[in-house]
């Protein structure tokens, strides 16, 4: 499948008049959807968070809500700093949150960090049903 592009009107605000006017766009095709490099390098922290076993345990914990530092590893049966390392990479991943009250952290899920994965996901699922197969070597 070849990407195709079209000119479609779209209206757009016009000031402080607070009348309409139209302005052609150009508009793509699903199919070309590329990923910015940026794009890749999250995805890349993303699926190496993800690849570990206890990292999906600590995120299907959140699920419940924030929870305390002390309250992950009575439930995980685990030194503090080995969830605290399991904890970091999640953070910097995007996918948990962390907020510190008093001496203690709280860790809850990122919706927003999820809803990156989410859409990345999407991307790659819509591309690759519009692309197809190659037909480079029949």
């Not at 508009?27 to 990292?55: C, G, N, P, W």
């Not at 591309?127 to 070597?137: D, E």
């Amino acid at each position: 499948a070849h990407s195709r592009a079209c000119a479609v009107k779209v209206p757009l605000a016009c000031g402080d008049r607070g009348g309409l006017t139209h302005k052609k766009v150009l508009m793509y095709d699903v199919a070309m959807i590329t990923l910015r490099s940026k794009d890749v390098q999250q995805a890349a922290l993303v699926f190496h968070a993800l690849s570990d076993e206890t990292r999906l345990r600590i995120l299907q914990q959140l699920q419940a809500g924030e929870q305390c530092v002390c309250d992950l590893t009575d439930v995980f049966q685990t030194g503090q700093s080995r969830l605290s390392f399991h904890l970091k990479v999640l953070r910097e991943a995007g996918l948990v949150l962390d907020r510190r009250e008093g001496r203690w952290m709280y860790y809850s899920l990122n919706q927003e960090g999820l809803e990156v994965l989410e859409e990345f996901l999407g991307i790659l699922k819509t591309a690759s049903k519009v692309r197809g197969r190659s037909t480079c070597c029949e």
